[in-house]
C-alpha cells in the first residue's frame, strides 16, 4: 500500500512543471501547471497576477529548441507546444496593439502597454526623427522620476538612463531640457498617456518586424499593425497595405505570399522568402491572427484558413481569440475600482524599470540577458513603382537620425552602448522577430559583401547560450552555400510549379479510379441498398448501362479473350 501511494505521488509530481514568465517590467513571475493545462490556463493566471481585465492585447511568447519565436496558443497544450525540457521560460508581451491606446479603459492596461512601447524604443522597433526621440524619452524621465529638481537632478542626469541603444550628447541635452520646462507637474498617469499619444502617430507603432529577403534577393523586414501591412527596407516604408486591401495570406515552405486587392479592381501579390519554414508558418500564422483582430466585426466571423490551395497539402489555422471592436465593447462595460499601480523609480542604464503589481503569487530575481551583436543591410534600394512607397524620413533632413553606430561587448555579457557623435537612427535596430542563429549569419554575410559596418542588438527572450568561434565558423560555411543555392527564385518557382502539376495529375487519377469503381458496384454488383436502388431506377441510368456500359463491357471481354487465347496459342 505504501509503495502503491508512493507511486501514484510520483508520478503526480511528473505531471507538473514549473513555468517562469518574464514580465514587461523585467520582473518574473513563476508558477506550477499540470501536464495537460492549456495556454489559457497560464495566461488567466499571468493576468490574475497583475489585475488585468484589457487582456485581449497581450500575450505570451516563447523560443522553442531551434531559436524560433511562437506566441503560445491558447486552446493547445502548453508542455506539448514548447517542446523543451522544463523549468519553462517565457515571455508576456503586446501581441496586438491598440489601434488608440489612449482609448484603452483602465490606467493598469495603458501602463502594461507603455512599458511595451518603450521597450520598442529601447530595442530600435520604434522608429522616429530626433524631436519625437527627444519628447518621449522626456515623457518616460516624467513618468519615472517626477518634476525635475535642480537639488536631486544634476548637469547632465539624463545620460545616466538609456532610452535608446546609442544617443548623442546633443539628444541628451535635448530631453532634459524638455523634461524641465514643459512637463513640470504631469502625473506619471498623464506623462504615460502622452507618451502613448505621440508613439501613435508614429508610422513604426506596433511593428514587430519578421526578417525576409524580397524577389531580388534584397532584405527586408515585414510587419503587422494596428492599421496594416509593412514592409520595410533599410530606412524606408517601402509599403503599406490596409487591412481591407488584403484579401489572402499563404505561404508554401519559405515562400510567403500576399494577395492584395485594391480600387480599380487592381490586384497584386507580394511576394517573400522568409530564412526557414518554421520562421515563414510563424509570419503567416502572426498575419491571419492580426488581420482577424483588426479586421473584423465579430469572432463569429473567424474562420479557418488553410496556407494552401485546394489539392494541396498545407497548414491549417484558426485565431480563437476576440477581435477588436468586440474587446472595446467588453472594456466599456467594466465597472471596478481602478486597480492601484507601483511605480518604481527608474533604474539608470536599464530598458525597463523593476516596477511591482502588487503582491507576487511567486518570484524569482531577474535573470541576465545578453546581447547579440548582428549586422544588417541599410540603405537597400526602395521599391520605387510601388504605389504605398512612403519614405519614413529622408535621409538628408537635418533633424533625423544618422546610420552611425559603434558597439562593444564586456566579459559580463551584460549590454554596453557607445554613444556616437551623431545621432542615433532606429532603422538599423530593426530587430527580427525569429531568434534564429542562422538567419542572423545570412544578414552578417549579406552585409559583408556589401562593405557596411552597422550593426544592431538583439533582445534574447531564452536562456541559450552564446555559439563559440568555432560553432560561428562551421555555421557561417553552411550558409555561405546556402546563400548560393538560394539565388534562384525563378528555379524554384519552376520547381513548385511542377510539382503542383504532379500533385493535380495524381488527384484526377485518383478521382477517377474512385468512380470507376462506383460504377462497376452499381453495375455489376449485387448489393440492394437504397441509394444504389434509388439510382439503378433513374432512366438516365438505365439508358446509360443499356446503350454505353453493356457494349463497352463486351467489347472489353472480347479482347481479353482473344489475348488470353493468344498467349495459350503461344
Request: aromatic share 10%; glycine share 4%; proline share 5%.
Amino acid at each position: 500500500m505504501l509503495s502503491r501511494l508512493m507511486s501514484g505521488s510520483s508520478r503526480s509530481l511528473e505531471r507538473e512543471y514549473s513555468c517562469t514568465v518574464r514580465l514587461l517590467d523585467d520582473s518574473e513571475y513563476t508558477c506550477t501547471i499540470q501536464r495537460d493545462a492549456k495556454g489559457q490556463y497560464l495566461f488567466d493566471l499571468l493576468c490574475h497576477h497583475l489585475n488585468l481585465l484589457e487582456k485581449d492585447y497581450f500575450g505570451i511568447r516563447f523560443v522553442d529548441p531551434d531559436k524560433q519565436r511562437h506566441w503560445l496558443e491558447f486552446t493547445k497544450s502548453v508542455v506539448k507546444q514548447l517542446r523543451s525540457q522544463p523549468p519553462f521560460t517565457m515571455c508576456f508581451r503586446v501581441k496586438f496593439y491598440p489601434a488608440d491606446p489612449a482609448a484603452l479603459k483602465e490606467e493598469i492596461t495603458r501602463y502594461l502597454v507603455f512599458l511595451q512601447i518603450k521597450r520598442d524604443l529601447y530595442h530600435g522597433r520604434l522608429l522616429c526623427k530626433t524631436s519625437d526621440a527627444a519628447l518621449l524619452a522626456a515623457y518616460i524621465l516624467q513618468a519615472e522620476i517626477g518634476d525635475y529638481d535642480s537639488g536631486k537632478h544634476p548637469e547632465g542626469y539624463s545620460s545616466k538612463f538609456q532610452f535608446f541603444p546609442k544617443h548623442s550628447e546633443k539628444l541628451e541635452r535635448k530631453i532634459a531640457e524638455i523634461h524641465k520646462t514643459e512637463l513640470s507637474g504631469q502625473t506619471p498617469a498623464t506623462s504615460e498617456l502622452n507618451f502613448l499619444r505621440k508613439a501613435q502617430t508614429l508610422e513604426t507603432y506596433g511593428v514587430d518586424p519578421h526578417p525576409c529577403k524580397d524577389v531580388s534577393g534584397n532584405a527586408a523586414f515585414l510587419a503587422f499593425t494596428p492599421f496594416g501591412f509593412v514592409v520595410l527596407q533599410g530606412n524606408k516604408r517601402v509599403h503599406f497595405i490596409k487591412w481591407n486591401e488584403v484579401t489572402k495570406l499563404k505561404f508554401e515552405g519559405k515562400t510567403f505570399y500576399l494577395y492584395v486587392s485594391q480600387k480599380e479592381e487592381k490586384k497584386i501579390i507580394l511576394t517573400y522568402f522568409a530564412p526557414t519554414p518554421e520562421a515563414c508558418k510563424h509570419l503567416w500564422k502572426c498575419g491571419i491572427e492580426n488581420q482577424a483582430f483588426y479586421k473584423l466585426e465579430k469572432s463569429s466571423q473567424v474562420r479557418t484558413v488553410s496556407s494552401s490551395n485546394l489539392f494541396f497539402k498545407g497548414s491549417r489555422f484558426r485565431y480563437s481569440g476576440r477581435v477588436a471592436k468586440e474587446v472595446m465593447e467588453s472594456s466599456a462595460k467594466i465597472k471596478r475600482e481602478p486597480p492601484e499601480i507601483h511605480r518604481a523609480g527608474m533604474v539608470p542604464s536599464r530598458s525597463c524599470p523593476s516596477i511591482t503589481h502588487g503582491p507576487r503569487l511567486s518570484s524569482v530575481p531577474r535573470t541576465r540577458r545578453r546581447a547579440v551583436h548582428i549586422s544588417i543591410m541599410e540603405g537597400l534600394e526602395s521599391l520605387r513603382d510601388s504605389a504605398h512607397s512612403t519614405p519614413v524620413r529622408s535621409s538628408s533632413h537635418g533633424d533625423t537620425f544618422l546610420p552611425h553606430v559603434r558597439s562593444s561587448r564586456t566579459d559580463s555579457n551584460e549590454r554596453v552602448a557607445v554613444i556616437a557623435d551623431e545621432a542615433y537612427s532606429p532603422a538599423d535596430s530593426v530587430l527580427p522577430t525569429p531568434v534564429a542563429e542562422h538567419s542572423l549569419e545570412l544578414m552578417l554575410l549579406s552585409r559583408q559583401i556589401n562593405g557596411a559596418t552597422c550593426s544592431i542588438e538583439e533582445e534574447k527572450e531564452s536562456e541559450a547560450s552564446t555559439p563559440t568561434a568555432t560553432e560561428v565558423e562551421a555555421l557561417g560555411g553552411e550558409l555561405r552555400a546556402l546563400c548560393q543555392g538560394h539565388g534562384g527564385p525563378e528555379e524554384e518557382q519552376v520547381n513548385k510549379f511542377v510539382l503542383s502539376v504532379l500533385r493535380l495529375l495524381l488527384v484526377t487519377m485518383g478521382l477517377l479510379f474512385v468512380l470507376l469503381l462506383l460504377l462497376i458496384i452499381l453495375t455489376e454488383s449485387d448489393l440492394d441498398i437504397a441509394f444504389f436502388r434509388d439510382i439503378r431506377q433513374t432512366p438516365e441510368f438505365e439508358q446509360f448501362h443499356y446503350q454505353y456500359f453493356c457494349p463497352l463491357r463486351r467489347w472489353f471481354a472480347c479482347k481479353i479473350r482473344s489475348v488470353v487465347s493468344l498467349l495459350i496459342d503461344t
